[in-house]
């Protein structure tokens, strides 16, 4: 509509040209003002009728104020001064919130949560009328804050953390109920959580917890292995115990010498042992003296 004004300006500041300059005749410069007002007039006049919706977008056509249409993509002819074309983007979107809320057990959490959606195109008046084009920031991001609240409301803060798949499938269906009466439609696995933080008590707690159970781990394998050794000592111990009474039996049954010399011979090294008397006898024999002392008198018996 400025080339329009400005074209008529330029038209009618043409017609006080030759008064101004003083002439009875009309100038060249005149005319040349006049023809060239009219073009501009006429050029802001068709320029103002035709809107172009851009590749990926809707257009919202509106009469006085009002929504009378949808535009889809491509150049449209409209009447100018009465409708305007408000555009509105029906191509996959992302965006991010991030909300504090309180798990089961009272924990804070802080989530920061990134939805992918995108407007459904036969919805997109409907939108409009309702919110208007500032949707994101009026609809998408409390209905993601509080839909983080009322998801994190049913775990405690370790389900939290340990059932992460099943929380965001639980937040995937509660931001698509709260989206959908603006036809706004969430993608397929289009709910990421991309970060959950934690109260610095409860992450120390989560901490000390881990400590106990490493030590509960460490005492209980101590306990086994003790269990383990004393297990082995009875097995040992009753081992023992029945090859002494297979030995008893076996001297009752063979007779006990005979038993106990098998046993000693098995385990002689070969060497002939000092054998000495009793306390009352005083005497001391050296066995292998007197076996030299025979082998010596033997020897010499010859020269006799």
Request: glycine residues 10%.
């Amino acid at each position: 509509m400025g080339l329009v004004f400005f074209g008529v300006l330029l038209f009618v500041a043409s017609l006080f040209i030759p008064r101004n300059v003083g002439t009875q005749n009309m100038t060249g410069l005149a005319w040349g003002a006049r023809v060239l007002g009219v073009l501009i007039a006429v050029g802001g006049v068709i320029g103002s009728g035709v809107t172009i919706v851009p590749a990926g977008y809707r257009g919202v056509l509106l009469r006085f104020g009002a929504v009378s249409g949808i535009l889809s993509e491509g150049i449209h002819v409209i009447a100018p001064t009465v409708n305007t074309v408000e555009l509105v983007e029906v191509r996959t979107q992302k965006e991010e919130a991030t909300s504090a809320a309180a798990s089961k057990d009272l924990q804070t959490v802080t989530a920061t949560v990134a939805i992918n959606y995108h407007v459904s195109a036969e919805g997109v008046g409907d939108l409009f009328k309702k919110v208007g084009t500032d949707f994101k920031k009026r609809i998408i991001d409390p209905a993601t804050q509080e839909s983080v609240k009322a998801v994190t409301a049913r775990y405690t803060a370790e389900e939290l953390v340990r059932l992460r798949d099943k929380v965001k499938a639980d937040l995937y269906t509660e931001v698509t109920t709260r989206l959908q009466p603006y036809n706004i439609v969430v993608e397929p696995n289009g709910v990421s959580i991309t970060d959950f933080t934690f109260s610095e008590q409860f992450i120390q707690a989560i901490e000390q917890k881990q400590v106990a159970q490493q030590t509960a781990e460490k005492q209980k394998y101590v306990l086994q292995q003790a269990k383990l050794q004393a297990d082995t000592a009875v097995t040992e111990a009753k081992g023992k115990a029945e090859a002494a009474r297979i030995n008893g039996q076996a001297l009752n049954a063979n007779g006990g010498s005979r038993v106990l010399a098998r046993e000693w011979i098995d385990k002689w090294d070969g060497k002939l042992p000092t054998v000495s008397g009793g306390s009352g006898s005083g005497m001391i024999i050296d066995v292998r003296e007197l076996m030299n002392s025979g082998n010596t008198e033997g020897k010499a018996a010859p020269a006799q």
